[in-house]
């Protein structure tokens, strides 16, 4: 399995900008279709957005969409999460995670998971 490693995240005001970070190692980074998911206090583990194995195609959950943008750098072997116009709602833990393919959102179908990255947004 590749190993993933989260970072960037911190606390913000509503309406800035954070850009996340996902370095992975171990098994060949391109391989895989990458995604992002969050988890707030209470709640179970969302779904928030997923590139594939070429960065060519990308998918966002409604509720994110237009306001993050998901890019990947496989020379680097660092996938990215842009985001901006972020809301009190949008603080949670940060996740990256490896999948086999793109269009899955069930964290279930995702086999290696990065420790995760705080996000804070305040009002």
């Known amino acids: 399995q590749v190993q993933l490693v989260e970072s960037g995240g911190g606390l913000v005001q509503a309406g800035g900008s954070l850009r996340l970070s996902c370095a992975a190692s171990g098994r060949t980074f391109s391989n895989y279709a990458m995604g992002w998911f969050r988890q707030a206090p209470g709640k179970e583990r969302e779904f928030v957005g997923a590139i594939s194995w070429s960065g060519g195609s990308t998918y966002y959950a409604d509720s994110v969409k237009g306001r993050f943008t998901i890019s990947r750098d496989n020379a680097k072997n660092t996938m990215y999460l842009q985001m901006n116009s972020l809301k009190p709602e949008d603080t949670a833990v940060y996740y990256c995670?490896?999948?086999?393919?793109?269009?899955?959102?069930?964290?279930?179908?995702?086999?290696?998971w990065g420790q995760g990255t705080q996000v804070t947004v305040s009002s």
């Open positions: 995670a490896a999948a086999p393919s793109l269009y899955l959102t069930n964290p279930a179908d995702f086999g290696s």
